[in-house]
């Protein structure tokens, strides 16, 4: 019972959000129940009246002298086909509400598993960024897939068990009604039955997590399979990964196969027990002919109890099969251990001086080291800023703050003097745009992923992006021009392609401040003279951050940051880079960023200034 209770308190707070449909199911099994219970008691007036046409029940059977009772008013003539009446009508509205229980639990287990699906891609989105990304993706999918069915089985079960355990309860008056000194040895029997196929029960319950863990590899495998094909087959991997997906399958299906067995158990050997019970009753009280339909009768509804006892039985080995399941998805949904971003209240209407990083610190989640310490640097207002630096420095995590796709372990970011977690994040993010190396695109069509970058803009201005960034020197080579389809993360196009999209993207939203990170590390001189163009041509209303390691894409700079191990390592106009030729000559292979010979990239290691091979 304590790993019942432990998954019932699990799925406490699912019961919440649809706080009327358990008391509904319930009472619609209650009511079936006494229909079918009043209906198969009808049975005894049937028995007694089908060979001497009377009905004299003896003085024992409470029973049996209500409907004696009842029945007195109808003519003898026409009581048995009044009782066969009786009984057609009321189990056929019987069976109607069964039906109507089994179309609300098929509502609701689909209500619930959508409502599950869409709760954990709130509770993701609103999620930091960084939190996300530090999970695998295959256990996350996994959940969100899968385990959102599991738990929506678990509370069909535990919806069964109620249904069933009222519906039992009700045959259990009706049997005591019926025969309470049969019903006092058969209900003593079945808790000895209930007892012993409780063993089955936590078999399934131990290999449940096991299950959920399984299922979690064999999504991250099928997940990186699917997104590393074309590294696989170059590396010619197919057969190691074919072998690792195979053995997680392989596991997964062995742990379900399992579970199945198990739950599988439950029915047929509950059935025997019940029935070696009401044979053993029925051999030990069938002591004469007058107590024939008592006995019949007893033996009926005793029978009709069987599959609510197996049913039961069968809901409460699923309930504890899914227990991982259930905690899989509500640690996923618990918004305690997971950290979000804070909106403030004042909108963001553009830069008008610089944004500041006063003494800021950040630490990625699972490292050992910060990646920035005790950063502070200017970006100022409607210039173009420069931010160098070897791989690893810290460059990417300085974009993730400035942007506030996190917000730092230490110190502030200030936008104009004010903190930056004071201003609305909405608005803040409309008024923002990032381009990266590597853009995600989504399995659409090129004008859908431009205009993806500004709900409701208007084609002219969609066209007007597209142009700017380049799109159409190569969009009269596509099928379907803007309206064909690009594949999963843009895999029909070339890597230049993606990123003028991405571009087109970013500039749709016309944002007061622009970061791109490599955003032109893909195109050729032409297509990035163009890119970079189309962000420089809105003048100072506009603030544009470079992150790039060519020097045609810094040069547009007027203002440069450099970081080295984390730290800002320099800052100023370009003055400032003649006093760290040595880091400008290890990024670019020249003391200057105005030599015109070709770049560059060599490997440097040690603090900036010291460059060493």
């Known amino acids: 019972m304590k790993g019942e209770r432990a998954v019932i308190r699990a799925l406490a707070p699912i019961r919440r959000w649809h706080p009327r449909i358990l008391p509904v199911m319930t009472a ?22 089908i060979d001497a046409g009377t009905f004299a029940p003896t003085e024992d059977s409470f029973l049996g002298q209500t409907f004696h009772r009842a029945l007195f008013e109808i003519p003898e003539s026409h009581r048995l086909l009044a009782v066969s009446i009786g009984i057609v009508v009321l189990i056929s509205l019987k069976n109607l509400l069964v039906y109507a229980n089994a179309i ?34 295959g256990r996350l999918v996994n959940v969100l897939q899968n385990q959102t069915l599991e738990v929506g089985r678990a509370f069909a079960s535990h919806a069964q068990i109620l249904v069933n355990a ?52 064999l999504s991250q495998r099928g997940l990186e399979l699917l997104q590393g094909m074309r590294t696989i087959q170059l590396f010619g991997r197919e057969a190691y990964e074919r072998e690792r997906f195979a053995r997680a399958s392989h596991e997964a299906s062995r742990i379900w196969l ?65 227990r991982a399941s259930v ?134 201005a969609i066209a007007r992006a597209a142009r700017r960034a380049g799109v159409d020197d190569f969009i009269e080579h596509l099928p379907d021009g803007y309206h064909s389809l690009i594949g999963d993360r843009g895999a029909r196009l070339s890597a230049g392609q993606k990123q003028r999209i991405a571009l087109a993207r970013a500039l749709l939203r016309e944002p007061r401040l622009i970061v791109l990170d490599e955003a032109t590390s893909a195109l050729d001189a032409t297509a990035e003279k163009r890119a970079l163009e189309a962000v420089s041509s809105q003048g100072g209303r506009v603030t544009v951050v470079f992150v790039s390691h060519r020097r045609a894409v810094v040069e547009r700079a007027d203002h440069f940051v450099l970081l080295d191990d984390g730290r800002v390592a320099a800052e100023g106009d370009r003055s400032v880079l003649e006093g760290i030729s040595g880091a400008v000559r290890g990024l670019y292979g020249t003391d200057t960023l105005d030599d015109r010979t070709p770049p560059q990239v060599r490997v440097v290691r040690g603090r900036a200034g010291s460059p060493r091979e």
């Open 28 to 49: 619609i099994g209650v009511a079936s129940a006494l229909l079918e219970g009043v209906g198969l008691s009808l049975f005894l007036p049937f028995l007694y009246s």
């Open 104 to 137: 609300l639990d098929s509502w609701v287990r689909t209500l619930l598993v959508h409502s599950l699906r869409s709760r954990i891609v709130d509770q993701l989105l609103r999620t930091r960024a960084d939190y996300t990304e530090s999970r695998e993706a």
């Open 166 to 217: 009222s519906t039992a309860a009700v045959f259990g008056v009706f049997l005591v009604l019926v025969s309470w000194q049969l019903a006092l040895g058969v209900g003593a029997a079945l808790l000895l039955i209930s007892s012993l196929v409780r063993l089955a029960w936590r078999r399934a319950e131990g290999r449940s997590p096991a299950f959920v863990k399984a299922w979690d590899e």
């Open 258 to 322: 399992q579970l199945e067995l198990l739950s599988g158990l439950v029915r047929p050997a509950s059935e025997i027990l019940v029935v070696v019970v009401v044979v053993v009753a029925l051999l030990a009280t069938l002591q004469g002919a007058s107590s024939i339909p008592t006995v019949l009768t007893f033996a009926l509804i005793l029978w009709r109890l069987r599959p609510q006892i197996q049913g039961t039985d069968v809901a409460r080995a699923q309930l504890l099969g899914a």
């Open 327 to 460: 905690e899989a998805v509500a640690a996923l949904l618990d918004p305690g251990d997971k950290p979000t971003l804070s909106s403030g209240t004042l909108p963001f209407h553009g830069l008008a001086d610089s944004m500041r990083f006063e003494a800021v610190s950040y630490r990625h989640v699972g490292s050992e080291e910060d990646s920035l310490r005790d950063v502070s640097l200017a970006i100022p207002a409607g210039r173009t800023t420069a931010v160098l630096g070897l791989s690893g420095a810290g460059k990417s995590t300085l974009v993730q703050l400035l942007l506030r796709v996190t917000d730092p372990d230490r110190g502030r970011v200030l936008l104009d003097g004010v903190p930056l977690t004071e201003l609305d994040l909405a608005s803040w993010r409309r008024g923002t745009a990032l381009v990266t190396h590597d853009p995600v695109l989504f399995n659409a069509t090129v004008w859908d992923n431009i205009a993806y970058g500004l709900d409701g803009a208007g084609a002219d």
